[in-house]
């Protein structure tokens, strides 16, 4: 049917009003070429009939197209086109009506100020919403509620919980909306107190069996940390939908009970409640967070089942899911097969990658990703950072610094700290000191990688200044302080330091537990103070194999083997059982003492009474120890039936034997095994040219010490 004038268009539409069919009008006003410019009793209606109808889009359209027009907006139209600006999120149009409305004199309305206060809330003009509700000549609850919702949605959720108070305070009575809004708002900024209070308030008004506030009130519990009591608000309820389901899984999962979780996922299917996307998404979370690969397939193939489309959310999930569960392979042939990919779903797969020691790939995708013109984000550097760090990729990691500076996000303290401690692991302490001096704040994280990383690499001096330089700004040590001091000390051996660290650990209360206890017997050890080792040693809560080996180590050194052995039986008395490294310690107790048939024995006894298989520094201690005993010829034959290859440190080890003992035949051998292993090993040549000397073997001597100069 076709309208050739403006006047049946209008005879047409004011009859279908008239039969209560806007939805028939409202078709044909959104596809009528020219739209009537009269008649305000007609086109106000229309207005507010396609606002009610959702239709933003046309209400704009019609506005602007009637805007040179004589049509005069009511006070309804006026809140339709505010309602259509605030889902836009249009705001300079939004301006424009609000300028309008004041030419009106309109803006006293209630109805207007509530859609003004709504419009600027969702467009994030808060401070116009709240100066137009504070000017409000007249408040309602919608008022009240509106400019509640609108403080959560912008991120001020302090502020609606006073504004809920001081509604209280003045006799206003809160409704269902009322009270979602200040559930959410505490859940935000986990007000739980407060939280209990609007529960009882719901339980005396009857409201408590909502299922909207009924959900609410579980995410808030959840949120707040009260899981249990998010448990018992989902008991109580009547009956439940798949949002409260789906609010009690979230909490689950969201405080780290992943299990309980899933076991209530299978409880809903049991019931015949439909799992919805969020149901999925909280779901493949709960089975990220404990690893439960076989529950991930399952819900994998539900969502097949349930008609689910894979999207860009739900996949994400799944990557993360699988690469979370170990099963890289799954994780990459999701993500392969995503329709589209975002920052988030390649991150997923980044960090999947990284916490699967696969970070050599994890860069190889990162770049990849930047070359689909998808922009990283902050977790991704974050992610990629710490993958350059473990693999020790310096150039890259300097690469992604220059991206940071670019992007600004340099100055963000995780991300500063992060690229420090990639620094630090690449061993390149000039930058990381260049990351930490041009930060704009260092927190406690920063002073301790920076600390460590000077002790790690040997600059044990260094590490202290920075430690009293902290100290001297204010910032409080914790124990990975302490322990990193205290390896400074061990490793440049600074006593009196390492005593005041000692003193400063138990003036501030630190439980001195097994790390620290260790690293203080390492540190007296290192420093040869073998009874001060032992009073710490002693007076620990617990000892594990660390703290006895540490001791053990320290007797071994200084050749002590009674004490090393005595020490031994009591590490077994206390069911502490012997590893790998307690058995190189005592093998080289063994041979500092020159104790072969001694060591002969424990080094049968390690696999045949405690189930240690030696390795290569087991077998390298009786070279050793065969070699101190004048035995070279039994430590040839003891390498040449080892089952596994030698090293060079071993071969090393029988050359400085034949060195000392004078045996030039084994000595060439063995200098000959080095070099197919280390061919510019210095140290061999050395060795093998006091070999010659000795031998009076004079060209040979000047030939490898001419070999030598050119190494």
Not at 524 to 548: I, T
Not at 613 to 632: A, F, I, K, N, W
Request: overall charge positive; some cysteine.
């Amino acid at each position: 049917m076709r309208y050739s004038s403006h006047n049946s268009c209008n005879r047409f539409l004011t009859k279908k009003w008239r039969n209560k069919e806007s939805s028939h009008a409202i078709s044909l006003l959104e596809t009528h070429p020219k739209l009537p410019q009269k008649h305000n009793r007609l086109l106000n209606p229309i207005i507010s009939a396609l606002g009610k109808n959702g239709k933003s889009q046309a209400v704009i359209l019609l506005y602007k197209q009637l805007r040179q027009s004589r049509f005069e907006p009511s006070v309804y139209s006026f809140a339709a086109l505010l309602n259509a600006c605030a889902r836009k999120e249009a705001l300079s149009l939004g301006k424009v009506i609000h300028a309008e409305i004041l030419n009106s004199h309109l803006q006293s309305d209630v109805l207007i100020g509530n859609a003004l206060i709504h419009m600027y809330s969702k467009c994030g003009r808060l401070d116009s919403a709240r100066h137009i509700f504070l000017n409000l000549t007249k408040r309602d609850i919608v008022s009240w509620n509106i400019m509640m919702a609108g403080f959560v949605q912008n991120g001020c959720s302090q502020e609606a919980l006073l504004l809920f108070q001081h509604m209280e305070g003045q006799g206003f009575k809160p409704d269902r909306v009322s009270y979602l809004a200040v559930l959410k708002a505490c859940s935000n900024v986990g007000a739980l107190e407060q939280g209990k209070r609007i529960h009882a308030k719901l339980i005396e008004s009857g409201c408590d069996s909502d299922v909207f506030l009924g959900s609410a009130l579980i995410d808030m519990y959840a949120k707040c940390g009260s899981i249990d009591e998010a448990r018992q608000v989902f008991s109580n309820l009547p009956e439940r939908d798949v949002v409260s389901w789906t609010s009690v899984i979230s909490g689950f999962t969201q405080q780290g009970r992943g299990e309980e979780a899933l076991h209530l996922f299978q409880e809903m299917r049991k019931e015949g409640i439909k799992p919805n996307k969020v149901t999925f998404i909280c779901a493949l979370k709960a089975c990220s967070g404990t690893g439960a690969l076989d529950q991930g397939e399952e819900i994998h193939k539900m969502l097949s089942e349930y008609g689910m489309k894979c999207d860009l959310s739900i996949g994400t999930s799944l990557v993360h899911m699988y690469a979370k569960c170990g099963s890289i392979s799954k994780a990459l042939h999701v993500f392969f097969k995503l329709p589209q990919r975002d920052v988030f779903s390649w991150t997923a797969l980044i960090s999947g990658l990284i916490d699967n020691g696969q970070s050599s790939y994890a860069l190889q995708l990162f770049e990849k990703m930047q070359n689909e013109a998808v922009v990283p984000n902050r977790v991704t550097y974050l992610c990629v950072l710490k993958a350059c760090g473990s693999i020790k990729a310096l150039d890259k990691g300097q690469f992604i610094h220059l991206q940071l500076m670019r992007n600004g996000l340099i100055h963000d303290l995780s991300v500063a700290n992060t690229l420090l401690s990639m620094y630090v692991k690449c061993g390149n302490m000039d930058k990381a000191r260049q990351v930490f001096s041009e930060s704009q704040r260092h927190n406690l994280v920063a002073w301790n990688a920076m600390i460590d990383g000077y002790a790690e690499h040997q600059n044990g001096l260094q590490a202290l200044r920075l430690f009293e330089e902290m100290q001297k700004q204010g910032v409080k040590p914790d124990k990975v302080t302490f322990l990193s001091v205290l390896k400074a000390c061990r490793n440049i051996g600074a006593l009196d330091k390492g005593r005041y660290i000692h003193a400063k650990i138990i003036s501030s209360d630190l439980k001195i537990d097994g790390s620290v206890g260790n690293i203080l017997v390492d540190m007296y050890c290192k420093c040869g103070r073998l009874d001060d080792a032992c009073e710490v040693f002693w007076k620990l809560p617990e000892r594990d194999a660390v703290s006895w080996n540490t001791l053990l180590d320290a007797f071994a050194q200084q050749g002590n083997v009674k004490e090393a052995f005595h020490l031994f039986e009591k590490m077994q008395l206390e069911n502490v059982k012997p590893d790998k490294v307690s058995f190189v310690c005592l093998l080289k107790a063994c041979s500092n003492a020159g104790l072969l048939d001694e060591g002969y024995f424990l080094f049968e006894s390690m696999h045949n009474n405690y189930g240690v298989l030696p390795e290569m520094e087991h077998y390298t201690c009786m070279v050793d120890l065969l070699g101190r005993s004048g035995d070279l010829y039994k430590a040839a034959d003891f390498i040449s039936k080892m089952p596994i290859q030698p090293d060079a440190a071993m071969w090393m080890s029988l050359l400085g034997a034949c060195q000392t003992h004078g045996n030039l035949e084994l000595g060439q051998d063995a200098f000959e095994s080095v070099l197919k292993l280390e061919p510019r090993n210095a140290a061999a040549y050395a060795m093998m040219s006091n070999i010659y000397a000795a031998a009076r073997m004079r060209s040979h001597e000047a030939g490898l010490r001419t070999d030598l100069t050119y190494l």
